[in-house]
T-cell receptor
Framework: GENVEQHPSTLSVQEGDSAVIKCTYSDSASNYFPWYKQELGKGPQLIIDIRSNVGEKKDQRIAVTLNKTAKHFSLHITETQPEDSAVYFC?????????FGAGTRLFVKA | DAGVIQSPRHEVTEMGQEVTLRCKPISGHNSLFWYRQTMMRGLELLIYFNNNVPIDDSGMPEDRFSAKMPNASFSTLKIQPSEPRDSAVYFCASRQSSRQETQYFGPGTRLLVL
């Protein structure tokens, strides 16, 4: 069946360093790739998304890249700050269904 | 906009009891999703409604789970009878339309079944 694999499951970085989270997906028909951030006690919130007709998208300190041939996509956070500490989920979708990765717990140490 | 509203935020109940979780989607959104989140299984889609009609309920674990959407502004997820393994955080999410991909999640209901 369709699935999304996400790595690493836990990531610890020093404040100011970069963080990279990688995902792979299996459904060739997927054309939409959102990233969600979940803070403690809250629901996941969309932080950035990318569609299959674009290879890269950037929003301030956050960037996403997509390699449709390899079915890989990644989230890059630069100049990390303590408030970036959260669980991040990648997802792939197309149509009504969105498949989520297992999540990456990011710790940013001050 | 108030966002997706879920109630209750926390629920503690005893095994065998009926549990009803409630969701109010964002006004104007016509797609609604129920998810369950656990440490072991991550974020699982339970059921998806479009225009108040259930489209895909393949994620509903078993007959003890049921979901309804009587109108565009309200949905319920019911567990009867509840079991300890149902303990999880249940999220409701809504989306503007089937063509708009972004889902907006509610704050979740943390359910503990003793």
């Amino acid at each position: 069946g369709e699935n999304v694999e996400q790595h690493p499951s836990t990531l610890s970085v020093q404040e100011g360093d970069s963080a990279v989270i990688k995902c792979t997906y299996s459904d060739s028909a997927s054309n939409y790739f959102p990233w969600y951030k979940q803070e403690l006690g809250k629901g996941p919130q969309l932080i950035i998304d990318i569609r299959s007709n674009v290879g890269e998208k950037k929003d301030q300190r956050i960037a996403v890249t997509l390699n449709k041939t390899a079915k890989h996509f990644s989230l890059h956070i630069t100049e990390t700050q303590p408030e970036d500490s959260a669980v991040y989920f990648c997802a792939s979708g197309g149509g009504f269904k969105t498949i989520f990765g297992a999540g990456t717990r990011l710790f940013v140490k001050a | 906009d108030a966002g997706v509203i879920q109630s209750p935020r926390h629920e503690v109940t005893e095994m065998g009891q009926e549990v009803t979780l409630r969701c109010k989607p964002i006004s104007g959104h016509n797609s609604l999703f129920w998810y369950r989140q656990t440490m072991m299984r991550g974020l699982e889609l339970l059921i998806y409604f479009n225009n108040n009609v259930p489209i895909d309920d393949s994620g509903m674990p078993e007959d003890r789970f049921s979901a309804k959407m009587p109108n565009a502004s309200f949905s319920t997820l019911k567990i009867q009878p509840s079991e300890p393994r149902d303990s999880a955080v249940y999220f409701c999410a809504s989306r503007q339309s089937s063509r708009q991909e972004t889902q907006y999640f509610g704050p979740g209901t943390r359910l503990l079944v003793l």
